[in-house]
C-alpha cells in the first residue's frame, strides 16, 4: 500500500504541457525529494496534490483515506496585520484543530521561532522571509498530518535554518509521508531516502537514493598522494578495468573503472608494491548531482 500515488498525471496550461504524464508511488512515512530544473512542474505537481489544482487527466491518491494533508506553499503569504501566534491560532480553528499556549509555544520553538511565542505583538508584516519559512512549516505541521507536501521549504532560509528545518523533516520519517520539492540535491542527499527528478513535466528518473546514484555512474576511487605520481598513473591506466582517471590538485585523483572488486585488489597491492605516499584510499561515490547532470545533458 501506498502512501502517495500518482497514475499519468497531466495538466496543461492553456496548450501548453507543464506535467505531461507522470507516475509515482511513494511509501509510508517516507522522505521523497522532488527536484528538476526551473519549469520542471515541481510547484503544479504539489498543488494538485494539495487539491489547489485540477489535473487535466490522470488519478492520484493521498494516504488510506486522501484526508489529512499538511501543504506549505512556495511564497507563504500570510495576512500581515496578524501575529504569528494568531495565524497558528487561525490556522488551527480553520482545521478544528484545538490549539492553546503551550503548544504555540513549542510548535514556534520547534521552527526556531522561541522569540514570537504567545503574546509577542510582531505583525506577520514585519517578519523577513525566512520567518514566513518557518511560521508556515510551523502552520503545516499542525494537527501533525499524515502526508506533507512541501514546496521549496527552505529556500528563504540562511544556513543554519536550512539544517533546522532539514532536520525537522528527518524527523518525521516513519511517522508522516514527506514530498518536498528543492533546487538543492544536497539537501535531498541530506533527508531523503528516495528522490524524483522531473524534467519538462516527466520523470525522467525516480527511486531510492542509493540507486540512483549509482545508475549511469562508473564506479571508482579516490586516491590522494603526498606529491603528483604520473609514474603510478601510467602503471594504472594499463590494467584492463582502467576506464579514465580525473586529476585535481597535485596527488589528487578520481579513478573510474570497469571492474570494482578487481580493480580494488590490484590498487591495493600497486599500493603496497611502489610504496606509493597514501594519504587516503576510498570508493569514489558519485553524488546525485553528477548523475542528474549525466542524465540531463544529452537529451
Ligand atoms: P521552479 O523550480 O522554477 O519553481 P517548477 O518545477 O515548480 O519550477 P512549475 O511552476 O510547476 O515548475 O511550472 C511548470 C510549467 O508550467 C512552467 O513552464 C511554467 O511556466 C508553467 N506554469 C506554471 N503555472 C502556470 C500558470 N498558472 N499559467 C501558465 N503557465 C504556468
Redesign the pocket.
Known sequence: MFAVSVRSLA?N??S?P??AGVDLEIAPGAIFGLV????????????ILAGLKAPTSGTFSLGPDGTGIGFMP?TPTYYPWLTGPELLDYAARLRSIKIDDSEISWRMAQVGLSQVGPGDQTKIGDYSRGMRQRLAMAATLLGDPPVLLL??PCSALDPAGRVEVLDIISSLAGRATVIF?T?LLSDVERVCDSVAM?DR?RVIMAGPIEAIRQYGAAPGFRLALDFDDQGLIAEISRYPWFAGVVAGKPGYYTVTVTDFETARRDLLQLIVTRSVPLIEFARADPSLEEVFLKVLAPR
Open positions: 495538466k496550461y492553456g501548453k507543464a506535467l528538476g530544473p526551473n519549469g520542471a512542474g515541481k510547484t503544479t505537481l504539489l498543488s512556495d514546496d521549496e520539492s533546487h522531473l513535466g
